[in-house]
């Protein structure tokens, strides 16, 4: 069982910035691709970013690329998603999980593990 714990999530304002932080319970993502989902209110989770196990291979949301980067740092068995240029259609729940095989994916049901969320708020 590996649990995943989020961090780093508040209150920002438009054009502001935020790291999250993912940190695994046990150095599983070794050998797993991990990825950020988000769920706003009412809506469908969406993928965010992807890495893969060794960390030289990363995707991203349309919506997301060029402001979010993620990144990993085995020693730490931590992802990290930095994000920037916030804007108010960011605001939602940020989950990290970890994928069942070496790379992230865009589809969800090929995660197994997942945290319990991070709020992030981006007010206009």
């Known amino acids: 069982q590996v649990q995943l714990e989020e961090s780093g999530g508040g209150l920002v304002q438009a054009g502001g910035s935020l790291r999250l932080s993912c940190v695994a319970s046990r150095r599983t993502s070794s050998n797993n691709g991990m990825g950020w989902f988000r769920q706003a209110p009412g809506q469908a989770r969406e993928f965010v970013a992807a890495?893969?196990?060794?960390?030289?291979?990363?995707l991203y949301a349309d919506s997301v690329k060029d402001r979010f980067t993620i990144s990993r740092a085995y020693a730490q068995s931590t992802v990290y998603l930095e994000m920037t240029s916030l804007k108010p259609e960011d605001t939602a729940v940020y989950y990290c999980?970890?994928?069942?095989?070496?790379?992230?994916?865009?589809?969800?049901?090929?995660?197994?593990?997942w945290g319990q969320g991070t709020q992030v708020t981006v007010s206009a």
């Open positions: 890495i893969n196990w060794r960390g030289d291979s990363t």
């Open positions: 999980a970890s994928a069942r095989g070496a790379w992230g994916t865009r589809n969800p049901s090929e995660y197994n593990y």
